[in-house]
């Protein structure tokens, strides 16, 4: 042992020296082998913190065997005297703790230990001037966001997601004035958003969802000039949105949902934000109306404004939406009670690329317009459930062959379920129980091949129950009661 370990030393010591002469004869001493030895001496210290490495990701992290360089995870400076200019460690599975000897490491620009499982609390890394990304997400990190942070001042890129963290968001952040994103989401983060994180007017991504932060919504968020990402969903925010705001073209991503937001929307809401993609305000307490402006917005795909109070109409605007995907409007107070309260349906009709439907538990009177025969052919989902519509289903309904999930119960629609039934082939599920549906069940639904769950129950439905259920060898859940049926459900699907 002792022998063979000789060589090895000695292949080290000229490994240095030939460092050293690669640093260039004027500089042959002191400062220079310093600095080496104390980003060797910071890693080593880093390891000494790890108690678990499962996969190896630290097997070659050896003096004798390598110069620190070369070691896993580790880059240098292209160019004398090789300090450590990024850590990226990250998904290696890695248990123990941050070590704050990663502050010694003053050349690191990148420092990626995400998808670990580090424990304790975030290093002291406020030496480190040059650090541009540091990406901690994913661990099991606890403790405070230290205020030493905030002497990173060339930070761009700031990612401590998915962890432990308590405390407050620091005030004095806002140093960080090259910041691009700001990640804190899915930690244990309280109290109010700092007025000061609106200085840093380089924010373009935003993530606070997922914490117990509480208070308002500081007016001057909405005015960073670049954000396009705003995720503060799963709080427990209150206040609202301003009613006069600038205007914020880059804004693309807003993400409000969960919180105890209110009042009503800014009218101007689409104009003032004319390129949002996603707006997702769900859970909430708002109220009004839908702001008609938001058909301006028109690269819009997805609006989710479900579990709020919102009255009025549904806008007919948003069928000028081209792009729109998903417009979850359920558990709100909308109405429509005569042709004009249902002109939405029809103008949704140029919404080609709509999916999913969603206006269960509102105040929609009346019969169903023909014309939803004339929505996207793209359709997945519609849900009218718990509304007050009556009169019978009208049969173009059968054109939409791409439906998934046909929910229509707790209504009062009578009449009889008509052919459209067996049109729709691709039906998962079906739900149109509590209505006043009579006549028999069709034989044409044992086409529905795919159906998964199936109610009709308490409607006044007669007759025998159709031999072709049998047929349905998918069917998880089926509900026939509380009507006049009679027969024998037929075997063939799972109980
Ligand atoms: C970090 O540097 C300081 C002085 O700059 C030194 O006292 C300390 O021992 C170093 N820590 C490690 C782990 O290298
Ligand atoms: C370091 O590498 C040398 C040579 O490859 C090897 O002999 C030695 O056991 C290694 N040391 C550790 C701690 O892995
Ligand atoms: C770290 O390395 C992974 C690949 O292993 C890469 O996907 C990731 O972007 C790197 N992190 C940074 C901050 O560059
Ligand atoms: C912040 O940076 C200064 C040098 O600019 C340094 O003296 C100080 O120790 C750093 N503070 C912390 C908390 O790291
Ligand atoms: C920040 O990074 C830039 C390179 O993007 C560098 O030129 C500058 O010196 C750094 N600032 C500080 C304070 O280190
Ligand atoms: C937040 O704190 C509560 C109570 O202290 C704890 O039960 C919960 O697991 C924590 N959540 C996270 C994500 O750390
Ligand atoms: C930062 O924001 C706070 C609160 O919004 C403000 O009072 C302060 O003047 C701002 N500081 C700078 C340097 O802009
Ligand atoms: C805001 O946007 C609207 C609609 O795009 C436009 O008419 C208005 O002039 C803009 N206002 C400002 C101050 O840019
Ligand atoms: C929030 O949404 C869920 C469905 O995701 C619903 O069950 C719940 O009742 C809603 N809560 C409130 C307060 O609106
Ligand atoms: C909606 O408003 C009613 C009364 O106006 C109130 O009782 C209810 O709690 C509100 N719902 C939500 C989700 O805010
Ligand atoms: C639907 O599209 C047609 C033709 O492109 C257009 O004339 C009509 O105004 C659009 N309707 C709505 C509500 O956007
Ligand atoms: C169901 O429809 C019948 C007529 O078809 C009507 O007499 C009855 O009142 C309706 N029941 C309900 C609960 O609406």
Redo the contacts with the bound molecule.
Sequence with gaps: MRSSKQPAKLAMLLLLAFLLLCDGVGNVHGKTIHQNSVDLHALLDFKKGITNDPRGALSNWNTTAHHFCRWNGVTCTTSRPFRVSSLNLTGKNLQGQISSSLGNLTFLNTLDLSSNNFLGDIPLLGNLKELQTLNLWENQLQGIIPDALANCSNLTYLDLSI??I?GAIPQNLDSLSNLVVLNLA???LTGTIPPTLCNITTLKEVYLDTN?LEGSIPDKLWQLPKMSTLTLGFNTLSGEIPKTLHNLSSLQNLGLEYNMLGNVLPLNFGEIFPNLLQITLNNNSFEGHIPASLGNASGLESIDLSFNNFTGPVPSTLGMLSQLSFLNLQVNSLEARDSQGWEFLHALKNCTLLETLSLSKNQLHGEIPSSIGDLSLNLQTIALGGNMLSGAIPPSIGNLHGLFKLLLGFNNLSGTIDEWVGKLINLQGLNLQQNNFTGSIPSSIGRLTKLKKLSVASNALEGRIPVSLGNLSELQELNLSHNNLHGIIPPGQKP
């Design positions: 962890n432990h308590e899915a930690n244990n117990q």
